[in-house]
């Protein structure tokens, strides 16, 4: 059974695949229930990016003395945006991103790769690498949002 939400797509059989793989693999049940992932931003511009390009419903934002946690979602999917009340340092992007060990891209599968292009170089993204087509009817994208994070866009992928 496969749904949509806005142009992101997930496929619920392959997830469910993955887990009963994963359950096999370890010999018992899958222990992680869901993946959010976080990212550090000066501002809310970063917000703005992820929630137009993707079409992410925004959630309330949560607030400490921190900082404010913007959190951004669809089916299966949530990206956490962290603004600190004090100004961040900038990272410099590697670039390429695989030039450097540690957590350096997201991959987000789409249904309008065109689309997700368009709407993040409007929005001060720039693309990477690609378009190109790495599979039947399966294409690749690498962008890079405002604040230098690397998102691999992959549209036709089971």
Not at 12 to 32: E, I, P, Y
Not at 111 to 117: A, F, M, R, S, Y
Not at 124 to 143: F, K, T
Request: hydrophobic letters at 40%.
């Amino acid at each position: 059974m496969a749904f949509s939400y806005s142009r992101v797509t997930f496929s619920h059989a392959w997830s469910q695949m993955q887990n009963d793989r994963c359950g096999q693999l370890s010999g018992g049940a899958v222990t992680v229930q869901r993946v959010e992932v976080g990212l550090v931003s000066a501002d809310e511009a970063l917000v703005e990016f992820f929630a137009a390009v993707f079409e992410l419903e925004r959630l309330p934002a949560v607030r400490s003395g921190s900082g404010v946690v913007h959190r951004l979602e669809a089916p299966g999917t949530r990206i956490k945006v962290m603004v600190p009340s004090r100004r961040p340092a900038s990272a410099e992007p590697a670039e390429p991103f695989f030039h450097l060990t540690g957590v350096r891209y997201l991959t987000m599968y789409v249904d309008d790769l065109d689309g997700i292009i368009e709407r993040g170089v409007a929005r001060g993204g720039r693309v990477r690498h690609g378009p190109m087509d790495v599979g039947p009817g399966v294409r690749v994208a690498v962008l890079q949002d405002p604040d230098g994070n690397a998102i691999e866009v992959v549209d036709g992928a089971p």
